[in-house]
């Protein structure tokens, strides 16, 4: 256990740093940076296997035992975020590598995405705040970066909110990490834990609790702190949107789990209260705002706000039943959403728009393309047997348990108008005739075309398996979510390992 | 004295606020620079100010003879300023680049992007 | 005791210069002569501390340091001062209007096009 | 410059000789070497003008120290009293230095001095340009730097 | 008596940083303001330096010479601004 | 060109900036300094001569592309928390050496320095491509 | 059973490549997989009629209780020979209907996905499993709906039938959640064993009315039945076969089979009778008003699932008898017109109305034949089996004379529609310019079998009886029912209505003319209807989902600002005031004269750098509060932090400088009122930093984590300067993420200052 912890962060920084030093040289790059993506996703096996059965991976890094210096913690979440990371990894840098413009790869692509990937991955597996931070910095930043890489003037105009709000956010964040440490006096995670379960004052700590959740809140796309994300995400190329929608809120997401199970306790019917009713509010309002949209790109990117609701929904059940869901979501809709961007992208490759009024006939035109498509869009909508029914299931039992009766109810009906975009999308891009034939764009030859396909087709496997093997899939989540509610396992882990 | 700080925080985080809710590029830039300084000062004095010497061991010796400040806010203070730094130059260039391709410095005729 | 004189007359004389240095940054009439109090009481200033310092201290170290803080000042002050007085000289920062000769503008007219 | 660096090798010897490099007892070195290259130079009559410069420039930082002390006194003094008194103007210093160094060290002295700042020096390098702030006469003002600094400045330079 | 004494003059320069301030508000023109901070930055440095003195630890004295050396730089950089014709 | 006086300033402060920040480097461990404000303080003698002369005069006093800079220290950084791995121990541990120097005494050299030393890369390359960057923009 | 079904999901799946292979036989090799599960079921129909169901399970999602439970009782097995008998008909018909259509290897995938769906929702034993059927026949409908994709109605009335139906399927959702939460079990076997508990639950009136939307919706009953006739967008195979035997009976099914659980109350009386009765007269009388073929068959298919609903609703051994026998009765008339009508407008070139057809009989003849079976079992002439049905649904409303009174009036629509559709087409003149061939032979197995069986089933009464409708009723009523089926069951009263009812229908057939002027007229009551409900919510929908992003995503930063921070101070201010303030005052040191006059030079350096119009003082300013943080920290002993504070400043003001050449002066000023706002929400959110810095000091507690730095700073780190130590050692690791940030932002600003798009990229 000396080594695997940090793998998931020195990887992909050794792949960005070669990728630098081989600026010159783009295929050398491209072989790297898949071949780095590759060493993510083995890594995050390992990682998975090694934990699965509910041990949590300790790392202090440094040999400086925890408190005090940097631990490494990876429990059942982590992993399963890690592994999901693997996966997007490997998918989006093929896609990228097949998509990509010559310039963008020129200037960084591949060292910023797989800084992004390192700054993911070190907030999945760090046991401390500051690193926390400094990890959310790192790929904030290599999002910047990403967003506006290639100059295009909508990809500045929107990253302008961007950097902002999330500058806004990061301060808020520092601020509750500086307050916080005031208050406990250590940054270790299970260390905090353990003293806000025996300090005074837990009263006080909630004003604290609330300055995490805006600061989470902002960078998951919480409402109302999502501005941002409807303003940008639809900006850059579609390998960089699918890796943003894959990664970036989940970040937030994971990291409001990690903190309102572990650390912030001592208020949860105020404080899961105001998650379930911001996780309701998000979902409303970010399917609407998807419904009014016309653009395939802008409807999924803002279809994401409404998929933080639902798994913010989980959290704020606060229940077991309720975080499976959550994770079992997490999963599902990084899977799904990346795989439908992609889709978005190819089909922007194929006839260079992503105006639903502009385009159509593709049902007949891509049937491959339209069985992708339909597929994982009528998996975001929750159809069965599809992943998404499951995580939706699963969320609308345990509301329904836990009597909350109206966050269900806001569930089914956002689940319903999700459908509709979906749906939107179908009609007015596959089945609907093109109001004026558009020429084939695509220049790539039928066997690069598929494999150009290829991510696509292997999202949509998983997809479906984690539908078809909703068995193993709901254990482990199940499991997961276990540890959550009993961070006594954590923080003996993390505290006992010195 | 930490109530006072506190007082200047605050003015730091408003100041810094104002400045971003403006319509000036630059002025937006100014306003998260403001609002840096503010964490950083945050973070220095809810981690307790003890009026003490450096963290720092002078030549010869082995430990910490008198109190001395608490070395780990620093530390962290000194990771955020960095950063902010490279947020801001990155920022400023980010700024610059889409004044020169938008054609704007007004943040409110930036809304293309939005609806 | 004397050494403790020594050190409170430089510092003295250190706040003094800087405090003259401040009036003269806030009463002088125009750039020039404000940057004659800036730049210069104020260089003076600091290197008067920096005695004070070195006498306090008494080590070698400390010596060598502040040494090299006085010779720092020294070396850049001027120069910041030159840029500083011919940018604005060159922008067209009016002189105080008591400004008796300017023979850089009598003289040196033909020549100021050489900048960047 | 030779016997410069041969002195600070001569000190670097010494600190390594003593295994300890810290900067006092680096100094204590090049005095060292200082005295042992005195000692010696005679013999080897190489660059013997090394000994006569630190002379030239510890009597150029003397007077150059006394003219910063007193002209910063009337600054400081002449701030604080009413402001018609000064006589501010620009003044143009013909040049007898020529290197870009000996240039560039008078320009450098005169804006140390209070009361005189640098501002330009002219395209074709004759002429300096200068600030000063109690100009009565400018032939005097000119008179005196060039006989004070520039000559005691251009003497140690060369 | 030291410590005394560096207590005055830490308010002195406090004062003097002031009025460097203020210059720097008031302007009017952009080089006022430029020499202005150019003289705050001094003062700190004398700060530092005091503070050294009352506190009997040299650590800081880096932090000064930073300062000095720096604070030229800036200075250099923003009277190449001011000839290139930036507005005040 | 800018002033005679600003560029003949710069060409003999250069070397002492230099040498000052080697030494906030080396000395970080013990003293206030380190590879940041040292890698600053190169950058800004580079910047310096940049604003001297020109950018592509400080390019080539530079001889290095700040971009490969950047990506060298970065890798120092990755690679000084290595050696620990093959004594057992975690990533970064500090490790350290006593190099004897010739005629006695001892060097301590460990790898917490060897990371400082990447910071001051890294930091070097990233303030040189901003400022080369943005004073190249016409 | 599971093995069956995947074989159908597999047939579904491999149909697009199998047309591919040999598109002459694709019908004939797929109907293989239904035609496999027909025959396995009727092998199980003897045991099954002995009242020993078959089951299977599997395990699937184990934490979640979901298995693979299926279960084959007399009600699952009715449905199950229906939807897999009709759909292997369906199937060959498919084959003639798309006949050397590329599109056909989809159509057959739908088609069959959408059978094993259904037959998934009959024979599942698991609440949550029916569900995924269930939402599986949506979705697969769906797609068929709009399998004329490139017409716009089509797609409409997919999405209708879509969002409809799967509105419907989220009230059951809950129901069925909250249904097995009540009832401890998943497993349908076992609900319907405990209808006195459900029946004493406090959600059993929610549980009740959410299935009961949930069945609606999907079996189109009022208020939801407008999707159904819209559906006919479908192609006809689809059309008979969502209508005949399978999707729309979903609902039916489902209450059916929920009966034991739910049944014995009155609101369940009360809301099935009131919904069905409407619904079965609503369905009737529209149809009165219909000319295009298809439509009026839909009508009427609302009508019959209506007729089904009130008769469960009813809820007495005699009702539910008669419903299962209108099962099976209206299934096969029902199909067998729907087949017949798509023949006809398939080889008439596409007419679709009555009025404009006719004389038929002689260039089909076949589908004549068929028709005139199936209408007169429609219309409920003896000796058809709708007959049958017609009697024992009489019998069973014996006591009720209303239902009586609608009785007779829908089934003389039932009349009018099985003559309009069975015998108008092909009798009278063929009108001009109408050309028709008999539908090839593939188009005529179902047809023909449904058509004959309409006629034969009425002879095997008995068997039929004993053997099907006798187990299924056993299932509805969850107690032993005896079915007696006879063709002739005496002159009684019900035979007498059933005479009135045909004398009805028989005369509003011919003054049908009078009634379509009357229809016409009425159509102005359509926009009043369920179908201009539908799309005035659709509408509304989407228009407060335009309002709602106008009015958030205003495009203007500083709306997203401001309403990030109220939301901050408005709950940080309420965790506050939860908290009840600050009580105490302690850890708090004594205000020192020069951290007084430095914080007020901060202050007023922030002022100035906020209240600035010019760029330089604003920049120059914040120098300033740059400089005073580091006498501060200077004064709290952080050299290092001091040294990289004003490194840092100054540099970045270099960098602004840099960039100032490049950029414009202040110019856009704001409003008054805005900058007045902006003032007073800055100020709020400065006083909420402040108060959660005193309420940091609050609590503060010893710092253990330090004290071991300090103390292993040298000793084991081999370092002097703690601060650094903690950088490179301690933690370095965040050192290292910061570098990395760095390295980047530099990577990225070269990048944005050297990489531009060409002219003319710059845009969208
Ligand atoms: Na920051
Ligand atoms: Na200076």
Sequence with gaps: MTVLPSLPITIPLAGAVLCMLFRRNIRVQKSIALFTSFLILLTALFVFSATKDGTIAVMNVGDWPAPFGITLAIDMLSSVMLLLVGLLAVGVSAYACFDLDEPRMEFGFFPLMLILLMGVNGAFVTGDLFNLYVWFEVLLTASFILLALGGERAQLAGSIKYVTLNLLSSALFLAGIGILYGMAGTLNLAELAHLVKDGARGDLLTMVAIMFMMAFGIKAG?????????????????????????????????????MFTLVFESDPEFLHGL??????????????????????????????????????????????????????????????????????????????????????????????????????AMSLAGVPPLSGFFAKITLIIAGLRAESWSIVVVALGVSLLTLYSMTKIWAYVFWKPAPEPLPDLNPMPKGKWFVFLLPMVGYTVITIAMGVFAGPVFDYASEAAAQLMNPQSYIDAVLGAG | MEVVLAIVIGFLYGGGLYLMMRRNLIQLIIGLGLLSHGANLLIFTAGGLRKGGAPILAEGEKAFGAMVADPLPQALILTSIVISFAVTAFALVLFLRTYQTVGTDDVDELKETDS | MIRDLLVCFFLLSGGLLSLAAAVGVIRLPDLFTRMHAATKTGTVGVSSVAIAMMIHFGEVTVTSRGILVIAFFLLTAPVAAHMIGRAAYRSGVQLWILTRIDEWKTHGVNEQNDDD | MQMFITNILLSLLWALLTGNVSEGNLMLGFLLGYGSLWLLYPATGIESSYFKKTLQSLGFILYFTKELIVSSWRVATDVIKPLPRMRPGVVGIPLDAETDLEITLLANVISLTPGTLSLEVSKDRKTLYIHAMYVINPDDLRAEIKGGLERRLLELLR | MVEFVCSIVMVMLMVAFGAAFIRVVIGPTLPDRVIALDMAATIVVALILTHCVQSGSFYYIPAAISIALLSFIGTVALALYIRRGGAS | MTSIILRTSTRYMFPPLIVFSVYLLLRGHHFPGGGFVGGLFAGSAFALYALSFSVADARRALRLDPRDITAVGLAIALLSGIPPLFSNHAFLTGTWWEVPLPLGGVLDVGTPLIFDIGVYFVVLGVLLTVVFALGEEK | MLTLLSICFIAALSAPLVHRLCPKYTGALLVGAPLAMFVWLLKRIPEVAHGHPVTESFQWVEKLDLELAFRLDGLSLLFALLISGIGSLIILYTQGYFKGDPQQGRFMMYIIAFMASMLGVVLADHLLLVFIFWELTSFTSYLLIGFNHENPAARTAALQAMLVTVLGGLFLMAGIILLAGAAGTWRLSEIIQRGDVLLAHKNYLPILILVCIGAFTKSAQFPFHFWLPNAMQAPTPASAYLHSSTMVKAGVYLLARLHPALGNSEEWTLILTTIGTITFLLGAIMALGQHVLKRLLAYTTVSALGAMIMLLGIGTAYTIKAVATFILAHAFYKAALFLIAGGITHETGGETSVDKLGGLRKAMPVSFACAMLAGLSMGGFPPFFGFVAKETWLQAVEAYPLLIVATVIGGAAYVLVGFAVGFKPFLGKMPEGLHAHEIPLSMRFGPAALGLGCFVLAFFTGKIGHDLVQPAATAIAAKEVEVHLHLWAGFNKAFVTSLITLATGIGIYFARSFLLAAAARLRVLVKFG??????????????????????????????????????????????????????????????????????????????????????????????????????????????????????????????????????????????KRTRATDIIIASSVGITITLLVLAALHVHTPTPVSDFYLDHSYKDAHGRNVVNVILVDFRALDTLGEITVLAIAALGAYALMKLKPKKGEGGE
Excluded at chain 7, 601 to 609: E, N, R, V
Aim: glycine content about 8%.
């Design chain 1, 222 to 258: 919480m409402f109302p702190l999502y501005f941002w994300l409807p303003a940008s995400y639809p900006t850059p190329p579609a390998a960089v949107t699918a890796l943003f929608s894959g990664l970036l809120t989940k970040v937030g997401v994971y990291s409001m789990i990690r």
């Design chain 1, 275 to 376: 998650i379930l009713a911001g996780a309701g509010l998000t979902m409303v309002s970010g399917v609407l705002a998807a419904t009014a949209q016309y653009e395939m790109r802008k409807i999924l990117a803002v279809h994401i706000v409404s998929q933080i609701g639902y798994i913010l929904m989980g959290l704020g059940l606060f229940t077991e039943l309720a975080l499976t869901g959550s994770i079992i979501y997490l999963a599902h809709v990084i899977i799904v959403k990346t795989n439908l961007f992609l889709i978005a992208g190819a089909i922007n490759r194929l006839k260079g728009t992503y105006d639903l009024h502009k385009l159509g006939g593709l049902y007949v035109e891509r049937p491959g393309l339209s069985i992708l498509f339909i597929i994982s």
């Design chain 7, 530 to 671: 369920p179908d201009a409900a539908y799309q005035f919510l659709l509408d509304g929908t989407l228009k407060f989902a335009a309002w709602h992003t106008r009015v958030l995503q205003t495009g203007i930063l500083r709306d997203y600002i401001r309403v990030t921070v109220l939301t901050m101070v408005v709950l940080v201010g309420v965790a506050l005031v939860r908290a009840g303030g600050f009580q105490r005052w302690e850890n708090l040191s004594p205000i020192s004269i020069r951290i007084a006059m430095v914080a007020v030079l901060m202050i007023s350096a922030t002022f100035a750098t906020v209240h600035s119009k010019s760029r330089l003082r604003s920049i120059l300013s914040m120098g300033v509060v740059g400089f005073c943080m580091a006498i501060l920290f200077t004064f709290f002993g952080a050299p290092d932090l001091a040294m990289t504070q004003l490194v840092i400043e100054t540099l970045t003001v270099i960098l602004l400088a840099l960039a100032f050449y490049h950029l414009p002066a202040f110019s856009h000023g704001s409003k």
